[in-house]
DNA sequence: CCCATAAATTGACATCCATCGATGCAATGG
DNA sequence: CCATTGCATCGATGGATGTCAATTTATGGG
C-alpha cells in the first residue's frame, strides 16, 4: 500500500473536444437513459421482439373489426393453438393487446397507443 | 372413411361485418406482414431489446464526437468488459453500431437511419 | 525485445424462452 | 346431463442468451 510508484502508464487518448482529459473516457454530452427506464423499456421491446408475435400483432390489427379470436390467428400463423395462447398472454401483460371474453370466444384488441411510434412507422399499421 | 355422419357441430360466431360466414375466420381487411418481414424485424428488435444494449446505444448516442469506445462504456454499464464487448458485437451485427478500431482503441458509433423512429421518439435521441 | 494496455475470443454455466402434447376448464347446444 | 368446441394451463424439452473468468490477439512504449 505505501508504494511510491509513479503511475505506471496510463497512455492518453486523443480526446476530440477536450485534450486535457488525462485518461481514456470523455464525458457524455447528453444524459443517458437509466437503468430502470432501460429495463422498462427492454421488456416492451421483448414482448414485439419476436417473429410469431410481430405477425399476431399485424394480423390483429389486419383484421376486418380490428379485432381477433384465437382460432382466427393459429392456422395463418402455423403454430398450435397453445403456442398460440402463450404468445397472446405475452402481448396481453406487456400491454400490447386487450383480451375480452365473450362467450366461448377469446377477443384480442390492439392497444392504440401501446406500441408508440413503432405500430404506425415501423410495422406499418 | 365411408361414413355419412353429417357436419358434427360448427358453431357460428356473430361475425361484426359479414354475417354469412359460417365458420370462425373472418377475412382480413388488410394484409399481415410475412413471415421473412417478420423475422427481419424480429432480428433488429431482439438487438435492442435488451437493458444492456438499450444503455450502450443511449451511452453512444450521449457521447461527445457522438462515438465510444469499450473503455468508455465497461463502467457506467457495470458490466465486465468481456460482456460489454458481446454487447456491442450484438449491436454491431444487427447494422445498428459501426466499429472503428484505430489504433488500441475501437471506437463505437452510431448508424444514422439504422432504428427508424425508435431511436428519435421511443428512445429520444 | 519485453511488458503494459485495449479489446476480442473461448469455454463454461445458469437462466430464459419458444414450442408442443396432454390436460383442465368454461360455455354452449342437444 | 353429456358431448363438443374454444381456450388456458401444465410439464417437458431443445435451443438461444446473458454473464463472467481465463486466455488470446493486437498495438504501442520503453
Redesign the interface.
Known amino acids: 500500500m505505501g508504494d511510491t510508484v509513479q503511475m505506471p502508464f496510463t497512455?492518453t487518448?486523443p480526446?476530440?473536444?477536450?485534450p486535457i482529459e488525462p485518461v481514456?473516457?470523455?464525458?457524455?454530452?447528453?444524459?443517458?437513459?437509466g437503468?430502470d427506464e432501460?429495463?422498462r423499456?427492454?421488456r416492451l421491446?421483448?414482448a414485439?421482439?419476436?417473429?410469431?408475435r410481430?405477425?399476431l400483432v399485424?394480423?390483429v390489427?389486419?383484421?376486418?373489426?380490428l379485432e381477433?379470436?384465437v382460432?382466427?390467428l393459429t392456422?395463418?400463423l402455423g403454430l398450435s393453438q397453445p403456442t398460440v395462447s402463450h404468445h397472446l398472454k405475452v402481448l396481453v401483460d406487456a400491454g400490447i393487446l386487450t383480451r375480452d371474453k365473450r362467450?366461448?370466444?377469446a377477443y384480442y384488441r390492439l392497444v392504440p397507443g401501446a406500441l408508440?411510434?413503432?405500430a404506425e412507422?415501423?410495422?406499418?399499421l
Chains 1, 2 share one sequence.
Open positions: 497512455e487518448r480526446v476530440p473536444e477536450a481514456c473516457c470523455a464525458p457524455a454530452s447528453r444524459e443517458a437513459i437503468t432501460a429495463e423499456l427492454a421491446l421483448k414485439v421482439a419476436d417473429p410469431a410481430l405477425r399485424s394480423l390489427a389486419a383484421h376486418a373489426d381477433a379470436c382460432c382466427d392456422e395463418p362467450g366461448t370466444w408508440g411510434s413503432l412507422r415501423v410495422l406499418g
